[in-house]
């Protein structure tokens, strides 16, 4: 069995005040584990113990970790059955979720667990922390979730059910081609269909070149971008793809290469950013720590001016020269600048800007020291 423990009241945690929730918010998450009552790959609540500080939720024990952490543990790649099988599990807990009125808002690849270590474990969707079970007239407008995962309507406040649907095909984006934080604003855009040209999600970065073209189908249905065109999950459950591990014995069945691989060097990116910002976040002093912002935004200045300059100049020899190739130039060189909101440092509570209206993400969130020593009792700011 596994316990969390939803606090009530101030909480001073990290050098941080945090304001009490409200009991509505707290006990939220425990109807919502009670309605869903474990079926269909949801967290099964066993019992719920509150006192005059905490409330105590005891859940079944995915020893298997979440999504990432089971992937990396493995010695052989994915083969196609078992990203057939997760995502038939994954699209049966959101279905059951939509049939009892349920959002979770915040699907992604730390809140989809596994039972085991097991390269047949089942998975288990859980948090439902920021989801909701409220029946509302017309469209939900609430906004929660991680920024990569959230669906375009939720960015303009307005959502329904398929919100949870988006966020499914950006996990099983991530399933067979790693986390792709080196190329994190390029995927988003291609995704929310900001870089310009027509979407090819066969473009993403790091997506495998053996997968099926059903897979494909059923990603461009997941990540319809008009969520009033985008299929419930009961209706994606029976595409080709989502059925293949039924059948997949009786047929070719290859391997994902590289598919571990991504995830375990996303592991140890993440060791190494824990470590980098528990640095600058305990030894430099406020002030060292601006200068070093400072520091941070006037080379990224000059890169992005020299990258600039760099490509004015090769589009103005090719216009000399009658290349026909100009807009695909011009293209490739949006991809390639990296906006200034993009690159961030991560400061202390007192130093932190919250300007996170934009659709941009952070590529190098240096921002979020605070998220990363939570995860350690140990370290202090």
Known sequence: MA???????????YNTVYAPLKPDILRREVDILRKLQGKSFCLSMAAVYETSRVIYVITELCAGGDMIQYLSRREEDLRTDEVSRISFQLLSAVDHCANNNVINRDIKPENIMFVSSSSDSELRLIDFGSGTDKVVEGLHTTFAGTAFYISPEMFQNTYTQKTDIWSVGVCLYVLVAGYPSDKLQTAFNMMHKITPGERNLKKLPNIPDNLPASFYVMLNQLLEYKHKKRKKASEILKSDFVRFHTFASSVENSNIIGSIGRHSLFLNYQKFERCLTTLLATMLTKSELIVFVETIQEKQQV?????AAA???AAATKEEEGGEQKEEQKSNNEESMIPPNQVEVILPPNLLNNDNDSKSLDIVNVRRVMEILKESEKDQV
């Open 303 to 307: 890169e992005q001016k020299g990258t």
């Open 311 to 313: 490509a004015n100049a």
């Open 3 to 13: 316990c969390k423990a939803l606090r009530k009241g101030v909480v001073f945690k």
